[in-house]
Protein backbone atom coordinates (compact mmCIF):
# COMPACT_ATOMS: atom_id res chain seq x y z
CA UNK A 1 0.00 0.00 0.00
CA UNK A 2 2.56 2.70 0.70
CA UNK A 3 4.27 1.97 -2.11
CA UNK A 4 1.50 2.77 -4.40
CA UNK A 5 1.18 5.92 -2.58
CA UNK A 6 4.77 7.08 -3.27
CA UNK A 7 4.81 6.13 -6.62
CA UNK A 8 2.07 7.72 -8.03
CA UNK A 9 2.89 9.80 -10.66
CA UNK A 10 1.87 13.18 -9.89
CA UNK A 11 0.62 13.88 -6.26
CA UNK A 12 0.17 17.76 -5.57
CA UNK A 13 -1.42 18.65 -2.86
CA UNK A 14 -1.13 16.44 -0.08
CA UNK A 15 -3.36 18.52 2.27
CA UNK A 16 -5.12 21.60 1.43
CA UNK A 17 -3.40 24.73 1.73
CA UNK A 18 -5.53 28.11 2.25
CA UNK A 19 -4.23 30.67 -0.17
CA UNK A 20 -3.58 32.71 3.81
CA UNK A 21 -0.92 30.04 4.53
CA UNK A 22 0.76 30.78 0.85
CA UNK A 23 0.42 34.68 1.25
CA UNK A 24 1.76 34.81 4.78
CA UNK A 25 5.68 33.09 3.17
CA UNK A 26 8.25 35.68 3.46
CA UNK A 27 11.05 32.66 3.20
CA UNK A 28 11.15 30.23 0.81
CA UNK A 29 14.15 27.64 2.36
CA UNK A 30 15.44 24.25 1.25
CA UNK A 31 17.58 21.63 1.05
CA UNK A 32 19.69 21.43 -2.38
CA UNK A 33 20.84 18.02 -3.00
CA UNK A 34 17.42 16.08 -3.68
CA UNK A 35 15.82 19.54 -4.00
CA UNK A 36 17.47 21.50 -6.49
CA UNK A 37 18.90 18.88 -7.80
CA UNK A 38 17.76 14.96 -8.34
CA UNK A 39 19.82 14.07 -5.72
CA UNK A 40 22.74 12.65 -7.77
CA UNK A 41 26.40 13.90 -7.57
CA UNK A 42 28.96 13.22 -10.25
CA UNK A 43 32.29 12.57 -9.09
CA UNK A 44 35.42 12.81 -12.00
CA UNK A 45 38.30 11.02 -11.07
CA UNK A 46 40.31 14.17 -10.61
CA UNK A 47 37.44 14.44 -7.76
CA UNK A 48 36.05 17.64 -8.55
CA UNK A 49 31.81 17.42 -8.32
CA UNK A 50 29.43 18.26 -10.87
CA UNK A 51 25.40 18.55 -10.11
CA UNK A 52 22.76 19.31 -12.42
CA UNK A 53 20.60 22.13 -11.64
CA UNK A 54 16.90 23.37 -13.58
CA UNK A 55 16.63 26.35 -15.18
CA UNK A 56 13.04 26.33 -14.96
CA UNK A 57 13.80 26.32 -10.79
CA UNK A 58 16.23 29.07 -11.26
CA UNK A 59 14.02 31.50 -12.72
CA UNK A 60 11.73 30.46 -9.97
CA UNK A 61 13.53 31.90 -7.23
CA UNK A 62 14.83 34.86 -9.02
CA UNK A 63 11.30 35.97 -9.56
CA UNK A 64 10.82 35.18 -6.23
CA UNK A 65 13.30 37.44 -5.22
CA UNK A 66 12.31 40.37 -7.13
CA UNK A 67 8.72 39.79 -5.62
CA UNK A 68 10.38 40.30 -2.27
CA UNK A 69 10.22 36.99 -0.89
CA UNK A 70 13.84 35.68 1.14
CA UNK A 71 15.59 32.75 -0.36
CA UNK A 72 17.63 30.23 1.45
CA UNK A 73 19.55 27.10 1.00
CA UNK A 74 20.50 24.71 3.86
CA UNK A 75 22.48 22.12 2.46
CA UNK A 76 23.92 19.58 5.41
CA UNK A 77 27.49 19.37 3.12
CA UNK A 78 29.75 21.55 1.42
CA UNK A 79 29.86 21.69 -2.03
CA UNK A 80 31.63 24.15 -4.52
CA UNK A 81 28.73 23.29 -7.49
CA UNK A 82 26.46 24.74 -4.55
CA UNK A 83 28.72 27.72 -3.34
CA UNK A 84 28.70 29.06 -7.49
CA UNK A 85 24.76 28.08 -8.27
CA UNK A 86 23.35 30.08 -5.26
CA UNK A 87 25.98 32.88 -6.79
CA UNK A 88 24.61 32.75 -10.03
CA UNK A 89 21.31 33.23 -8.59
CA UNK A 90 21.86 35.57 -5.65
CA UNK A 91 20.52 33.55 -3.42
CA UNK A 92 21.17 35.84 0.54
CA UNK A 93 21.09 32.68 2.49
CA UNK A 94 23.58 30.12 2.16
CA UNK A 95 24.03 27.47 4.71
CA UNK A 96 26.06 24.77 4.27
CA UNK A 97 27.48 21.35 6.25
CA UNK A 98 24.38 21.74 8.44
CA UNK A 99 22.77 18.69 9.46
CA UNK A 100 20.64 19.87 11.68
CA UNK A 101 18.39 21.72 9.45
CA UNK A 102 15.50 22.80 11.86
CA UNK A 103 18.45 24.66 14.51
CA UNK A 104 19.99 26.38 10.96
CA UNK A 105 16.31 27.34 9.54
CA UNK A 106 15.37 28.47 13.29
CA UNK A 107 18.96 30.82 13.68
CA UNK A 108 17.91 32.24 9.94
CA UNK A 109 14.70 33.10 10.84
CA UNK A 110 15.59 34.82 14.64
CA UNK A 111 18.08 36.60 12.11
CA UNK A 112 15.14 37.81 9.75
CA UNK A 113 12.85 38.80 12.32
CA UNK A 114 10.71 35.63 11.51
CA UNK A 115 8.20 32.85 12.78
CA UNK A 116 7.55 29.90 11.59
CA UNK A 117 4.18 30.61 9.78
CA UNK A 118 6.51 32.90 7.51
CA UNK A 119 8.62 30.32 6.10
CA UNK A 120 8.34 27.50 3.38
CA UNK A 121 11.10 25.03 3.94
CA UNK A 122 11.29 22.37 1.55
CA UNK A 123 13.62 19.21 2.14
CA UNK A 124 14.02 15.66 1.11
CA UNK A 125 15.43 13.64 3.41
CA UNK A 126 15.19 12.20 7.58
CA UNK A 127 17.02 14.95 8.35
CA UNK A 128 15.04 17.78 6.60
CA UNK A 129 11.67 16.28 8.42
CA UNK A 130 11.92 18.28 11.74
CA UNK A 131 12.30 21.59 9.50
CA UNK A 132 9.04 20.81 7.18
CA UNK A 133 7.17 20.17 9.88
CA UNK A 134 7.93 23.35 11.98
CA UNK A 135 7.57 25.75 8.89
CA UNK A 136 4.43 27.45 7.92
CA UNK A 137 4.17 25.33 5.17
CA UNK A 138 6.04 21.99 4.44
CA UNK A 139 6.94 20.47 1.17
CA UNK A 140 8.90 17.66 0.09
CA UNK A 141 9.25 16.08 -3.42
CA UNK A 142 7.73 12.69 -4.66
CA UNK A 143 11.08 11.61 -4.56
CA UNK A 144 11.38 12.25 -0.45
CA UNK A 145 11.86 9.32 2.08
CA UNK A 146 8.83 8.42 3.53
CA UNK A 147 8.53 9.82 6.87
CA UNK A 148 9.70 13.61 5.15
CA UNK A 149 6.62 13.09 2.63
CA UNK A 150 4.43 12.46 5.31
CA UNK A 151 5.25 15.58 7.38
CA UNK A 152 5.06 17.53 4.36
CA UNK A 153 1.93 19.89 3.76
CA UNK A 154 2.68 19.67 -0.23
CA UNK A 155 4.04 17.34 -2.53
CA UNK A 156 4.97 18.73 -6.26
CA UNK A 157 3.91 17.04 -9.73
CA UNK A 158 7.07 17.98 -11.26
CA UNK A 159 10.64 15.81 -9.66
CA UNK A 160 13.01 16.79 -7.81
CA UNK A 161 15.31 19.06 -9.87
CA UNK A 162 13.28 19.46 -12.65
CA UNK A 163 10.49 22.22 -11.54
CA UNK A 164 9.49 21.18 -7.91
CA UNK A 165 11.19 24.41 -6.93
CA UNK A 166 9.64 26.72 -9.60
CA UNK A 167 6.06 24.78 -8.75
CA UNK A 168 6.17 26.01 -5.02
CA UNK A 169 7.57 29.44 -6.56
CA UNK A 170 4.62 29.86 -8.73
CA UNK A 171 2.22 28.80 -5.40
CA UNK A 172 4.03 31.62 -3.86
CA UNK A 173 4.02 34.33 -6.14
CA UNK A 174 0.42 33.81 -7.22
CA UNK A 175 -0.75 34.68 -3.70
CA UNK A 176 1.34 37.38 -3.34
CA UNK A 177 -0.41 40.48 -1.87
CA UNK A 178 -1.05 43.07 -4.53
CA UNK A 179 0.64 46.47 -4.06
Given at each position: ?????????????????????????????????????????YVSSDGAEMKRFSVLDGMGLARLR??????????????????????????????????????????????????????????????????????????????????TLAAADYIPARPAGAGAVREICEH????????
Amino acid sequence: MAFARLSSPARSAQRPIAAARWAAIRLFAMDVDGVLTDGSIYVSSDGAEMKRFSVLDGMGLARLRQAGVAVAWISGRESGATTRRAAELKIAHLVQGRTDKLAALQELAARLGLSAKDICYMGDDDIDTPAIGWAGIGAAPASAMPGTLAAADYIPARPAGAGAVREICEHLLAHRPAN
